[in-house]
């Protein structure tokens, strides 16, 4: 059998992976945001892995919920990354270190 | 089947369509001004924590219940998280009446105070994991943008994309765990799936493990466990003052709740040696929390510090939870008691901030005689955050510690946990002390008095009612939060 679950939970754990690497390294907040949705689809590949092989439908529920909820997260996220532009002309996390303590 | 009647469902309808409906007045009237928002806001926050207190009065609610069928669950122990979730969200919007008037878009402020609200309160009374997420998010999305709501200062932007960024690995990671969950117990009721945890085989074990401490880390981010809390200090600071008191006092114990629903009865499901690894957080967190605080010259970054280590008090109520009676209790009342006092913190130095434009602290010598009133409430919160008595905070450290050591007969460890609050509690004295002396007892260089704003008054006063009337009498609350502690014992025996 070709698609395996166990080959749907490889890639997710691989987006998973290198989602939590492009937070931790990146620091361009675009790429970061990028990072936080790449994050958010390997949870949403493993639900609707696991909720075709369970089977029932309460994870391709729980998909739908968080595909919608992930869009406005990253509207906000988007709209804080365009103030922070107009402020600094750059969207460096480096150099926002106006807090430190 | 969904009650409409159902607490949560009317407290949603309530608040969320006067949420929805502010900005729409806004956009239909003409004149500018912020009081009548802030008005509307406020009666609805208050409408609604009557008729939770109606429901809890008239025992439409049933008894703490862990588990339901449903997908929200109308028990005690939500009752008891939206009624400090509603006190909290109503002292922001009263405290922000002073701090909003001239600035942009009021009618967006406090509807989004409200929207957040929601999320806060139906944490607590959700009992499925797909309800927990999109409560999670309700609260979230809302505290993401009012933390960069100043949009013309670098610090309130730089604060809200720190915070944006940690919220937003958090959620993923939650999401994460929850998938993980339900791959591994096939449901996404919290019931069914720690008693799919209990019924485990061995090679599945460290899978269900990996969930609930992604569960750790995600609810940790918001709650501000010390491997977890680096953005928080700066989020505090930079974020709108009245903002830091909605996050240090509602976002926090709303992640409390969820960590109580889940990481609680998940760990004790799996394996009882969790609680020594949140015992261990605990000590950390509120060592760290404290000592960073005493090095700390800014009020908003201090306070900040010191609700990480509040943090670390109130999880050794739920890391000695298996063990003792009175564990959880402690933690619950410290939670309450905790949310009044650090929002009273804060909206004391919201008002500062506006009246005076200072946060550094060698800035505000004297003025226990420049603003008396909310120095005094400034200083009664900061007495009781730091656990002196006859106040409130007394109280809930002294459960909290005596339910540590009684807990020793059990577990040896537990003990040291009590050792460790009782010396962080003295140590938290010092800083304390030191914002208490420069207010009163050094000379400022003006002594004039200055107008206090009449909101944050109104703020000092009913915490300062509610920290003496809870230190002097505690016994209706303390009764309150033994009622809302859910039954672990059907989670114990699963084993």
């Excluded at chain 2, 009374?125 to 505290?143: G, H, K, N, R």
């Excluded at chain 2, 799936?193 to 269900?208: C, E, H, R, W």
């Excluded at chain 2, 730091?386 to 460890?413: E, Q």
Aim: charged share 10%; proline share 4%.
């Amino acid at each position: 059998m070709t698609n395996a679950l166990i080959d749907f939970v490889l890639v997710s754990v691989a987006l998973l992976a290198i989602g939590i690497y492009g937070l931790s390294v990146k620091r361009n907040a675009i790429r970061m945001l990028f990072a936080v949705e790449m994050i958010v689809n390997s949870a949403n590949l493993n639900l609707v892995a696991f909720a075709r092989f369970i089977p029932n439908s309460q994870g391709q529920t729980l998909a739908l919920f968080s595909i919608a909820i992930a869009a406005a997260e990253v509207a906000v996220g988007l709209a804080l990354v365009i103030v922070a532009y107009r402020m600094y002309n750059n969207i460096d996390i480096a150099d926002f270190r106006s807090l430190k303590g | 089947m969904i009650d409409f009647t159902s607490t949560p469902i009317i407290l949603t309808m309530m608040l969320g369509s006067v949420g929805v409906i502010i900005p729409v007045i806004s956009v239909a009237r003409k004149e500018k001004g912020s009081s009548l928002y802030g008005g509307i806001a406020f009666a609805a926050l208050i409408s609604a924590i009557s008729f939770v207190g109606y429901q809890i009065v008239s025992k439409h609610v049933t008894p703490a219940a862990i588990f339901s069928k449903n997908v929200l669950v109308d028990d005690t122990f939500g009752s008891f998280f939206a009624i400090a979730m509603l006190i909290v969200a109503i002292m922001t919007t009263v405290g922000s009446f002073n701090y909003m008037r001239g600035k942009t878009s009021p009618a967006v402020y406090y509807s989004l105070i409200l929207l957040s609200s929601i999320g806060m309160v139906l944490i607590a009374y959700s009992t499925d994991l797909v309800m927990l997420f999109v409560a999670w998010e309700l609260m979230s999305i809302p505290t993401y943008v009012l933390a960069g709501f100043a949009k013309k200062d670098p610090s309130s932007n730089e604060a809200a994309l720190k915070y944006f960024l940690f919220g937003a690995l958090s959620s993923g990671i939650i999401i994460y765990g929850i998938s993980i969950a339900y791959g591994i117990t096939g449901s996404t009721n919290i019931g069914q799936v720690i008693a799919g945890f209990s019924k485990l085989g061995p090679d599945m074990t460290p899978l269900a493990l990996l969930a609930v401490a992604m569960f750790i880390a995600g609810f940790g981010f918001k709650i501000g466990l010390v491997p977890f809390h680096m953005w928080l200090p700066d989020t505090y600071e930079g974020a709108p003052p009245t903002i830091s008191a909605l996050l240090a006092a509602g976002t926090k114990k709303a992640g409390f709740a969820a960590a109580l629903r889940v990481i609680i009865m998940g760990a004790i499901a799996l394996d009882l040696n969790w609680a020594f690894a949140l015992a261990i957080i605990a000590i950390v967190t509120m060592t760290v929390g404290n000592l960073a605080a005493i090095m700390q010259k800014n009020l908003p970054r201090m306070l900040a510090y010191s609700s990480i280590g509040h943090a670390g008090y109130i999880l050794i109520g739920l890391s000695i939870a298996p063990f003792s009676q009175i564990g959880i209790q402690a933690s619950l009342f410290h939670i309450l008691n905790h949310a009044v006092m650090k929002a009273s913190a804060f909206i004391a130095v919201a008002g500062i901030i506006t009246t005076l434009s200072v946060s550094h602290i060698d800035k505000i010598r004297g003025l226990g005689k420049r603003m008396p009133i909310t120095s005094l409430g400034l200083v009664i919160s900061l007495l009781a955050l730091a656990g002196v008595p006859p106040l409130n905070g007394f109280w809930s450290k002294l459960m909290l510690f005596g339910a540590a050591i009684n807990a020793g007969s059990v577990m040896s460890w537990a003990p040291y946990l009590a050792v460790a609050g009782v010396l962080n509690s003295a140590l938290s004295l010092a800083y304390y002390g030191w914002i208490i002396r420069k207010m009163y007892f050094e000379e400022g260089e003006s002594e004039k008095r200055v107008k206090e704003p009449k909101s944050v008054i109104a703020v000092m006063i009913f915490s300062i009612i509610f920290i003496v009337g809870i230190g002097v009498y505690p016994d209706p609350f303390i009764e309150f939060a033994k009622s809302a502690v859910p039954a672990l014992t059907n989670v114990t025996t699963m084993h």
